[in-house]
């Protein structure tokens, strides 16, 4: 069955809208990890709008499954990350006027500074994933400089606004996977999924984790986040 990571950063969004201590992201990984969750993912990013470097700390010695670290190419970030040691780290590009990550990483422009970074990550332990639009341009360049694993950004399948054209998003993703695998890469995959159309991806080649956030946790002022998780992970069997 595919895995399941669960991202939390919207909790501290709430959190940080009072700037208060509460809702705490940790205890919603605990949760979630209640739930059947299988890793937890946080995004660290330069502004720290949501999540601080104090929840990925405390993320790192309370979890029980495996934490992902997404982060961008700044260098305060990853010394940061090179000092806690997440289980993976997924780079990931990173403006600060956009409301949540817009497509994926062009790791081709960014060859050279990658290739070193991945490198040093790798000699700390911490596992390698680059989140990436459905190119096989951007997938070849990704295996050839050393990442573990590629994150598929699913946000074009997710938005698409006819048939015709989320039939012609999903056979993207569908080539990536093959196109990845091919290249001896793993795969997860994620952004903007929801119950509604996470079961065509779950169902495809190769994909072994699915990291989804804001679907689930909306879901869960309604029904509680254990409960959220758990109809997630039925969908994912």
Known sequence: MVKLGINVDHVATIREARRISEPDPVTAAVLAEL?????????LREDRRHIHERDVRLLKETIKTRLNLELALAPEILDFALEVKPYAAT??????????TEGGLDVIAHQAKLEPVIRKFQEAGIVVSLFIDPDPDQI????????????????????AKTEREEKIEFSLIDYACVTAANFGLRINA????????????????????????????GHAVYVGLERAVREMKILLS
């Open 140 to 159: 070849e360049v990704a295996a050839a400089i050393g990442a573990q694993f590629i994150e598929i950004h699913t946000g074009r399948y997710c938005d």
């Open 35 to 43: 739930g059947g969750a299988d890793g937890i993912t946080v995004h």
């Open 190 to 217: 994620g952004h903007g999924l929801n119950y509604r159309n996470v079961i065509p991806v779950s169902k495809l080649p190769g994909i072994e984790e699915l990291n989804i956030g804001h679907s689930i946790i």
């Open 91 to 100: 780079f990931v590009p990173e403006k600060r006027e956009e409301l949540t």
